[in-house]
């Protein structure tokens, strides 16, 4: 199974996210693995051998007319036997990479629910909490399997988990 053409039937729409999104032209190609985290000390990307596995991903950018942080959905799809793989992959980098320094900032990520929408998800927090100013940014990120198939979604912080409870299972709709 690949993700091109077909893929792109997976990937959200804009009106998936709520009202006032905008979606970008997906990307099809084999973007960088989701969970990249290359300002982690202790993440070295040759631990995680799944993404090596990735047959075909695709992917698009949302945008909000204001110009707030975007949101951002990959479907991948893996060789047999490495979607799994990569699961395990993503739990290990959280687990190294839960809380690092980078450029003055804490940059920290917290599970918020490790069987969401049952065993097929993994529902993440992170957190970039800025030591020059008093702000932190939040961001969500859904992780759901099907199959051979994962899908990553990256949202801001809509204010409340509904919001994202909502595009999640819009997410596991359209793996089929």
Not at 1 to 22: C, F, I, K, N
Not at 41 to 52: N, Q, T
Not at 138 to 154: G, L, P
Request: net charge negative; hydrophobic share 35%.
């Amino acid at each position: 199974m690949r993700v091109e053409p077909s893929g792109l039937s997976m990937l959200l729409g804009a009106g998936d996210l709520g009202t006032g999104w905008h979606a970008d032209d997906a990307r099809p190609g084999l973007p960088p693995w989701p969970w990249e985290q290359d300002d982690c000390p202790d993440y070295r990307s040759a631990d995680y051998p799944a993404k090596s596995h990735r047959r075909a991903a695709v992917e698009r950018y949302y945008r909000l007319p204001d110009g707030s942080s975007p949101a951002h959905h990959i479907v991948e799809t893996y060789e047999p036997g490495w979607a799994e793989r990569n699961v395990d992959d993503v739990r290990q980098v959280l687990r190294r990479c839960a809380s690092y320094l980078v450029h003055g900032s804490r940059v920290s990520f917290e599970i918020i629910d490790p069987h969401y929408l049952g065993d097929a998800g993994l529902l993440v927090r992170g957190r970039i909490a800025h030591t020059a100013t008093p702000t932190t940014t939040a961001r969500y990120f859904v992780m759901v399997k099907r199959d051979e198939t994962v899908s990553t979604i990256s949202l801001p912080d809509l204010g409340n988990q509904a919001a994202v409870d909502s595009i999640a299972a819009k997410a596991v709709a359209r793996l089929g």
